[in-house]
């Protein structure tokens, strides 16, 4: 699978014509939007915001540039990038992801053995985090006001007012607590909802030694009115009281299948569960087989480990699943490009790659 073709105009002629620019390649993968066209439309509206953020560079799609060209570039901005594409730029030191996620990058290697000798970099912008919490907090109330029930009860021309609960009275545990769980966390403790959240691994201060915190972080040390757990312990403890679910991990060989049959029945009988991380966090045979069987409610889906969702998935036709296209917190493309045009000239200007992803961590 390439990427796009040009379909910008004479980019190559203008890039040569300015020669003292720096090449900087655009690497879009097709799988992006689906089909051929669809990346291609993408490619062209972040060429556009890209170019605007970034006028001293020479930015091109990949397929414009010539092998020669290729050689020049040490870095690239990509998105969702198919391998054999970045293994085509020889002199690579690092890639600028457009996006927060990059599992995709990191399963590129350079040959069956090892990985590419090219560094990772996020996209961290706060504005996506905001975007993100919003999305939380509005599927949230979703679950919370109980709108999967009243659609129902809608196509059943069935008028049943539901008792309401407060929201201090339901939990929300929000799996992964970087960026966007942070801002989530606080969005939905101003709702005023009971918060807990989960990492992997302790850190300092609230999350180690705090009080009520006990050394293997199962016991709930509190960060900003946040209850938070750390490791295996921990998240069993927090699921067990856990009304909703949210899952913001990043996809690594640690969280594959995380939210698995076991795990999920450990959640309350009733619980809902929200993914907007990445689909391969979610055995979904697994999320069906407690659906149907009545120990979870409802969940909300908006990634997919085989993306667009197949129409023969048995997920679409689901009665107690909601299913949105990747749309929780989209990247917002003026601010993105103005972040990657703050690194790639601080690179240009000091040879220093930004801060990085760690391959063995994931992220």
Not at 217 to 236: E, I, K, N
Request: contains cysteine; aromatic residues 4%; charged residues 20%.
């Amino acid at each position: 699978m390439s990427t796009p073709a040009d379909t910008t105009g004479n980019d190559a002629k203008a890039g040569n014509r300015i020669s003292n620019r720096p090449l900087i390649p655009l690497v879009v993968g097709r799988a992006l939007g689906g089909s051929a066209e669809a990346a291609a439309e993408v490619q062209r509206a972040w060429l556009e915001s890209l170019r605007a953020a970034m006028t001293e560079c020479d930015i091109r799609p990949l397929a414009a540039l010539t092998d020669e060209e290729r050689a020049t570039a040490q870095v690239a901005l990509v998105a969702t990038p198919d391998p054999d594409d970045l293994r085509s730029l020889p002199n690579l030191r690092w890639v600028q992801s457009l996006w927060a996620g990059v599992d995709d990058i990191l399963a590129a290697k350079a040959a069956p053995d090892r990985p590419p000798p090219w560094s990772i970099v996020r996209m961290r912008d706060p504005r996506m985090a905001e975007t993100m919490a919003e999305a939380v907090l509005a599927w949230t109330l979703y679950l919370h006001r109980d709108m999967p029930a009243y659609r129902r009860q809608q196509q059943a021309r069935q008028w049943r007012p539901r008792p309401m609960r407060r929201a201090q009275a339901c939990t929300v545990s929000i799996l992964g607590l970087g960026a966007m769980g942070t801002a989530s966390a606080a969005r939905l403790r101003a709702q005023g909802f009971s918060v807990c959240g989960w990492r992997r691994r302790a850190a300092s201060g609230a999350l180690s030694g705090a009080p009520g915190t006990s050394d293997d972080g199962q016991s709930g040390g509190q960060s900003g009115g946040v209850t938070v757990f750390a490791g295996d312990d921990g998240l069993r403890h927090m699921l067990a009281q856990s009304d909703i679910l949210v899952c913001l991990l990043p996809l690594t060989a640690a969280t594959h299948s995380l939210l698995n049959h076991d795990t999920l029945a450990q959640l309350p009988r009733g619980a809902a569960v929200i993914n907007f991380a990445r689909g391969a966090i979610v055995d979904s045979d697994a999320l069906i087989a407690h659906l149907d069987s009545g120990h979870l409610s409802h969940a909300v889906l908006d990634v997919f480990a085989q993306e667009p969702l197949p129409a023969d998935s048995p997920l679409w036709s689901h009665e107690d699943i909601t299913i949105l296209p990747h749309i929780a917190a989209p990247t917002d493309k003026e601010s993105a490009s103005v972040i990657a045009a703050s690194n790639i000239r601080q690179f240009l200007a000091s040879g220093r790659i930004p801060e990085s992803v760690d391959r063995t961590r994931g992220y």
